[in-house]
């Protein structure tokens, strides 16, 4: 696509976004006369972190706002007399009342609950102010952090991205695998974000516990649908992770001893109200014990994973505010010297949030995210060193202006740069050394974005923004100009162009509107629907069915063009109470195409390979389904229920005979319960229930015999043309706080866990192999020669996982 | 699965000590497909009568009726380059086996055509004769326990790759007059370039996983003999093992998906849809041998 037709297509957008936000506000366009702006922070008033998302409700009005993720709120009223309602989940509604007679500013510090178990009183301003029903937003899902804290953990590690799984239309291909899918969406396709910096790999331990310390995390919101304008690169969710701001009223220290891992944190005022800083580490331990073992192999045994994540502010004024937070974690696995295997991200955020008046609120974030992998083997005159790195910088200015009391509008734009090292390996065989170097691969990715947030009537409200991102990959670095071929087979390498530092190798450029309206039905009622299209530039090669820590990120190029989503989703929301217990109820169904899949010859060589490129084919991807969540928010019982239908599929020339085929991740039902009970103030018991179809797989039909192996084959050709058992699991917890002494700050907490209570064999996957060899064989059979043929199944975890974990804060 | 040794090295370490992952045969009926001529075709230049193998497929768990024999096929060898003809008769007395009626010959780089006649369709594959990588030496280490491997007597194969990208390998070994397929360990056995990723140790020493691959992580026995072929082979015919490979190692966390392995042979007439499954591959030798001391 040239630039030009681009730039005409970005001018005609910006004009028809104008003349929306003046046609249906027909005051805008005068002067605001009468009017003035109440604006502030919310936060809490314990630790004095900012409370994200919290309503702020006018009475008289009947109409409200809600704070952004700084915290910060604007609400522009005509002048006069209100009673404002701070309103948040899990704190006491504050009201203040105010005379509005000019521009003032507003700071609300909202108490905590003192306890759940208190029932609370529900009253129609609450419900009235709530989000799901509210906002033109939808395939929404936050968790906050108590309620993560809840869910049944395995080994006793709370786990963000375990209890993302839990929510409708999220899956995952199974025990131990990293990441996590989005309405069918792969792995690669989930923008998450740490304090605005993306995280690579959101794994440790090969997949099985998430990166982030939940002791430093405030907030975890998964968006599936609608993905607003500012936010762009893949092509399926936005999973927003955001760090605590640390506490600026008093010192904290809180932490965790548990089966597989410590955690400790702290965080306090560095000087009180003006700044304050947060700092949390974790490390598993069981490693320690190996130097003391008998056993030389053990005593080697080199295996842990840590994270450090620190993050301090500084207040300079009411209109200024730095935040400089970092992310460090790293697992490691090794025999002695012989063997090291590790890998870890890192990331570091800069932001600065800045007030330019009531009603135009600015951040401008600065982020390095790095994520590298080493392999090392070394014996005296042999070794082995490999090495893959992907780097990014980048700088987002944000604004969000305030317009007036109907009008929101977010604008601000994209500068990340790319440095992809896909491999160097250094081997040394007898003495002799050769290095390999693939060449780095650079790439930047720009974005310019606008978005308005709408209010047209009491009823009806819509939000519509678009996105213009532009991919350059630049040199240096070599083009590959491949043949066609029958697909499914390995590209001919033409000719390799040479392109020097900086000039283009590839370039392309995409608008993304996003489009979502929300129609009020009754006061709890909302029908919702949305259509966004995301693009993605950068693809995670990965040909196998759990990811790998060395699965490789690649940019797009002459050979591999961004992938393209197009979702359209429609939703019904309500709200309700029944038998004085408060509901909340979605049903939303979607629809997702993409464009430009990437999938892989047979037998594709992905790491460490000059020409990967040759070795991937480009298809089309399909996904569908129905969500249906019921949750229950407050009381003594909390919880929820989930339920998924769906189908992702993939059409890929060369695959499956170009029929569509299910993707290895399409899970047709998924039922999910969550519950918790909190007993007493003492006694707190949580459970989670999975039930989910089995993953598809290919079965081979018949049998080819070759120089004494025997080779899976299916007669047809299909691919994932079977499924595998169904995949349910029961999961159990229990909470006790011994009761507190009133006088001392120590508090505590045991939480007792038993994952897989039933010892359910759930399949991972279904393996077919010839018989193996006799653990004691007679001489005879010292040799492999069966040809005899067994399916295997695999499963990753097939008994209970018990768990206990202390806690503590003080 | 993790196609690189040394990273199959790595997870098993991890599997051992973290997993309480559990595997388990069980009973599936994927039904049988249709059957299909199968090409077994391993010739090798210079070594004597060269035999190869046609069968029909059967169902992949027929563990009780294995690969139906094809007896009434017509096959032929030609070296593209010379010429020169080489037929391959039946021999009743092994249903399936052809025999080659004389030695094959040819130089590096001689193009070889195989050609099969059977019910009416002429299937042909070609292969390329690569130059030979010698073994230098055979030597027997005694290895203290570690990395899973017990206490004990083991062989290392020595062997330098020749300068120049490309050159593709097959170790296979016999333990006292049997062939020791070693399912789980093809993919050590299979170095391209003295290593696992082209060019990556270009014209070094065989590193060590290469070296290794003769062993099991037992012992060898005091008497034992080992017999030990290295193959130099062409790289499509690498590929297909490769291929053979992954499928026969797919499993754990890591496994690729279930894909059918792509051979080289095809039906003469491309009007014609029935093709071969299987592999036809020239290759060269170089043997060697040692008893355990």
Redesign the interface.
Known sequence: MSIIPIRTGIFSCLFFFLTLVFIFNPESARSQTGKATVSGYIKGAEDGEALIGAGIYVEELKTGATSNVYGFYSLTLPQGKYTLKFIFLGYQTQIKTIDLKENMVLNAELEEEVRQTKEVVITGEQTEIEANVKTTQMGVNKLDIKTINRIPPLLGEVDIIRSIQLLPGVTTV?E??SGFNVRGGSIDQNLILLDEAPVYNSSH????FSVFNPDAVKDVKLVKGGIPAQYGGRISSLLDIRMKEGNNKRLELKGGIGLLSSRFSVEGPIKKEKSSFILAGRRTYFDLAFPISSD??IKK?V?YFYDLTAKVNYKFDEKNTLFLSGYFGRDK?G?GS??G?EWGNATTTLRWNHIFGPKLFSNITAFYSNYDYQ?N?E?ND?A?N?RSTIENLSFKPEFTWYLNDKNTITFGGQILHYDFLPGK?T?I??G?T?V?RLADKFAFENSLFISNDQQISRRIGITYGLRYSNFLNVGAGTKLILADTTP??KKRVIEKQRIETNKVLAGFNNLEPRFSIKYELTENTSLKASYNRMAQYIHLLS????S?P?DVWTPSSNNIMPQIGDQIALGYFRNFSFGGQEFEFSAETFYKEMQNQIDYI??A?L???QTVEAELMSGFGRAYGLELFLKKRKGKFTGWISYTLARSERQVAGINNRDWYPT?FDKTHNLYLVGNYELNERWNFGANFIFSSGVP?????????????????????L??N?RLPAYHRLDISATYEPRANENRKWKSSWTFGLYNVYSR?NP???????E?PKENPT?AE????S?????????????P?PAVTYNFTF | MIRNPFLYAAFCVFAGLFLVSCEDAITIDPGKGKSELAVDAMITVDDGLQELRLTLTSGYFDNANPATAVTEARVLLININTLDTFQFLHRPEKPGYYRSSRQISGNTGNIFGLFVEYRGDTLNGFSRLSRPTKIDSLYQEERPAEFGNEAGKYVYLLARDSAGAGDCCWIRYTLNGKENLQYNRLNQSLPIDASFNPGAADGLEFIYPVRNSINTNKSYLVGDTLGVMLYSIDPEHWRFLKEMDIQLNNQGLFANPQANVRGNMSNLNPAKKTGALGCFGICRVSKAGVRIK
Do not use: C, K, M
């Open positions: 199974g131990g695998a331990l090969f997949g099985f030389e192999q045994t295996a696995f025999f012989a063997f295997f392999l083997i014996s042999d082995f490999w390996t081997i065989s007898d002799e050769r390999n499914g087979i040909n196998t069915q759990a790998v060395l047979d037998g060589d790491l460490l390979n290895r797989g290919t079965f081979p039909t018949n049998r080819i015999e070759y120089q004494g192996f025997v080779i899976p084959h299916n007669s047809d050709g691919r994932n079977y064999r991972f996957g279904i393996y077919f192999r010839q193996v001489p010292r040799v492999d020669q040809s005899n043929t067994e399916a295997i199944r695999f499963s990753v975890l097939g008994i996982v």
